[in-house]
C-alpha cells in the first residue's frame, strides 16, 4: 500500500490563481514527519517545510500555506498567487519515527503556472 | 548556509561499468542516506547509514551497491557493474539526529548506455 498518495499527476493553472497540492498519508505510527519538497526542472530537491505528527498547526509562509489534518490523514500545500517560477514536481514525503526516519515519497504533482 | 554536495552532477558511463558516485554531508551530520529517482518517477530510498554501518535498505539495494564512509568527510554509492535501469537521478542525504528532516544534495544524474 502506498504510504502516501498524490492523487494529482498534473496541474495547470493560470498565473495569480491559487492553487492546492493534495497529499494523504498512511501509517500507524504515532511519531512521524511530513514533508514538501519542490523539484524544479533542474532536478535538485528543494525543501519547503517539515511537520512533526504532533503540530497540527496550518502553517504559512509568504504565498505558501499548509493545512495538516490528522482526522484525514491529509497535509495539503496552498500557493496562492501562483507565479511562473512555482513551475515544478512537488512531492510530498513521510518518515516514521520506527523506520529509521527514511522517506517515503508520493509520485508527485507537476505544477504548470502559464502566463 | 550547510549544503550537501554531490560530485559528479552528471555522469555517463557504458552497461558492465562500475560507477561511484560522491557525496559530501554537512560536517556535524550522523546519519546519512542514498535515495533514486528514474526519470519521471518517484524518488526512492536506497539504504540508510549510521556508525559506519548500513542501518537500513530497500530491495533496490541488492548486492550490486554498495557504501562506503572512506575518510570521515567523503560519503560514496558504488554499482558494480551498472545495467541499463541504473540511470537515474541519485540523491545524497544527511541529517544530524536521529528526528527530523534530511539536507539533500543537488542530485547526481547517472545515464547507463
Known amino acids: 500500500a502506498q504510504k502516501v498518495t498524490q492523487a494529482q499527476t498534473e496541474i495547470s493553472v493560470v498565473e495569480k490563481e491559487d492553487v492546492t497540492l493534495d497529499c494523504v498519508y498512511e501509517?500507524?505510527?504515532?511519531?512521524?514527519?511530513l514533508f514538501w519538497y519542490k523539484q524544479p526542472p533542474s532536478g535538485e530537491l528543494v525543501f519547503l517545510i517539515r511537520r512533526n505528527s504532533f503540530d497540527e498547526q496550518n502553517e504559512i509562509s509568504g504565498r505558501y500555506s499548509w493545512n495538516f489534518q490528522k482526522s484525514t490523514s491529509s497535509f495539503n500545500f496552498t500557493i496562492t498567487a501562483s507565479q511562473v517560477v512555482d513551475s515544478a514536481v512537488y512531492f510530498c514525503?513521510?518518515?516514521?519515527?520506527?523506520?529509521?526516519?527514511?522517506?517515503?515519497f508520493g509520485t508527485g504533482t507537476s505544477l504548470t503556472v502559464i502566463p | 548556509e550547510p549544503e550537501v554536495t554531490q560530485t559528479p552532477s552528471h555522469q555517463v558511463t557504458q552497461m558492465g561499468q562500475e560507477v561511484i558516485l560522491r557525496c559530501v554531508p554537512i560536517?556535524?551530520?550522523?546519519?546519512f542516506y542514498w535515495y533514486r529517482q528514474i526519470l519521471g518517477q518517484k524518488v526512492e530510498f536506497l539504504v540508510s547509514f549510521y556508525n559506519n554501518e548500513i542501518s537500513e535498505k530497500s530491495e533496490i539495494f541488492d548486492d550490486q551497491f554498495s557504501v562506503e564512509r572512506p575518510d570521515g568527510s567523503n560519503f560514496t554509492l558504488k554499482i558494480r557493474s551498472t545495467k541499463l535501469e541504473d540511470s537515474a537521478m541519485y540523491f545524497c542525504?544527511?541529517?544530524?539526529?536521529?528526528?527530523?528532516?534530511?539536507?539533500f544534495g543537488s542530485g547526481t544524474r547517472l545515464t547507463v548506455v
Open positions: 514525503a513521510l518518515s516514521e519515527a520506527n523506520t529509521g526516519n527514511q522517506f517515503y
Open positions: 560536517s556535524n551530520h550522523l546519519y
Open positions: 542525504a544527511s541529517k544530524a539526529t536521529g528526528a527530523g528532516g534530511y539536507t
Open positions: 501509517t500507524r505510527d504515532t511519531t512521524y514527519y
